[in-house]
Each structure stands twice: as C-alpha cells, then as structure tokens.
C-alpha cells in the first residue's frame, strides 16, 4: 500500500545519500591527497574513474 512505497522510497533515497556521500568523501580524499603532494592528478583521477578533465572540474567545485 501506500505506506509500504514511502518506506521503500525513504529507503531507497536513504541508500542514494549514503552512496553519494562515500563518493564525496572518497574523492575529498583523492583531493587532498593530490595537494599534499602524495598523488599526481592523473593517478587520482583514474583511482576515480574519472577523465582527469572532470576529475579537474569536481575538485574546482569542491573548491580545493
């Protein structure tokens, strides 16, 4: 019923909150790691999975 598809819903978006925020803390690490000095942009954006284009743009985005 209807309370079963809010659960599953807030579930659902619980989960894609959860994600999304693995994925900002991973690369805020990769971001860090690169101004330190310990990983070149290139090798943080392929531990990314990112073209080092957009891994440029995301870390502008996150100001760092």
């Known amino acids: 019923g209807l309370n079963k598809g809010r659960r599953e819903g807030l579930n659902k978006?619980?989960?894609?909150?959860?994600?999304?925020?693995?994925?900002e803390g991973f690369l805020m690490t990769l971001f860090q790691l690169v101004n330190?000095?310990?990983?070149?942009?290139?090798r943080a954006s392929e531990k990314a999975n990112m073209t080092l284009e957009a891994f440029k743009?995301?870390?502008?985005?996150?100001?760092l």
Do not use: M, Q, V
């Open 57 to 63: 743009e995301k870390k502008r985005e996150f100001n």
């Open 13 to 23: 978006g619980r989960r894609e909150g959860l994600n999304k925020g693995r994925r």
């Open 36 to 42: 330190d000095g310990d990983l070149t942009l290139e």
